[in-house]
């Protein structure tokens, strides 16, 4: 990182560490790669200035444009249930701020990231590069057909609330393949789900109740 970015982010350092601890490890997440990359991405470069004295905190931020980053404890929930492994190739619909990329990218060996609203999409692109993040791919466009041209990914994480999984999804996951996607109505609570593939066929496992932006058709 350079150095008026690295100077920044240790101002907030203390802050961050706090926030692993007492939302993160506290709440039962424990692989040790989802911790570290919390603790090393400068959440607070991914929020607009106004909101980065919140960027710590225990509640999702908005990015504007209607759209929020996620809450850390949903962020690192939803990247440890998917166990990361650092020779994986990673999918994400719903770049955002690009915050869920770089902690992905902190993980594993490669990301592709897709963003539906346009402004989101290059300034998230632009954020990651400064950053130094230079596994991550950007692109914006409708992440419902995901992204044929790089399949099949170990790993899919869909940050937008979808009614149902999209088809091209489950079939762009690899073998032993997990998919984490909040399923419900926009205006409601959704379900968080885990789609594993074995043996070609998909289990469905229900985990727990979320709230999402809803997942945007173009
Ligand atoms: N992962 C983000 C969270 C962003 S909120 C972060 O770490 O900041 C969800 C994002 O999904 C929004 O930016 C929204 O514009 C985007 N989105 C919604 N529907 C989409 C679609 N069909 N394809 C790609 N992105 C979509």
Same mark, same amino acid.
């Given at each position: 990182m350079a150095g008026f970015l690295q100077q920044q982010a240790d101002q907030f350092e203390p802050m961050r560490q706090r926030m692993v601890k007492t939302q993160i490890m506290n709440r039962g997440i424990s692989n040790p790669a989802v911790l570290d990359a919390m603790r090393k991405v400068?959440?607070?470069?991914?929020?607009p200035k106004e909101y980065q004295d919140e960027a710590y905190n225990d509640y999702p931020l908005p990015i504007g444009y209607g759209q929020t980053i996620s809450q850390p404890y949903i962020v690192a929930y939803m990247t440890e249930v998917i166990r990361p492994g650092s020779r994986m190739k990673a999918l994400e619909i $719903?770049?955002?701020?690009?915050y869920q990329a770089a902690i992905l990218a902190e993980i594993v060996d490669k990301v592709y990231t897709i963003e539906i609203v346009p402004e989101l999409a290059k300034e998230s692109e632009e954020r990651l590069k400064k950053l130094g993040y230079k596994n991550v791919v950007c692109k914006y466009g409708d992440?419902?057909? $995901?992204?044929?041209?790089?399949?099949?990914?170990?790993l899919i994480i869909v940050t937008a609330a979808a009614e149902t999984i999209p088809q091209p999804l489950i079939d762009q996951l690899a073998e032993d393949g997990r998919l984490v996607i909040p399923v419900g109505k926009p205006s409601a609570v959704q379900e968080l789900q885990l789609v594993v593939k074995k043996k070609s066929k998909t289990e469905i496992k229900r985990l727990t109740f979320v709230r999402f932006v809803p997942f945007k058709r173009l």
């Open positions: 400068p959440r607070h470069l991914f929020v $719903g770049t955002g701020s690009g992440g419902y057909q $995901g992204w044929k041209e790089y399949a099949p990914f170990d």
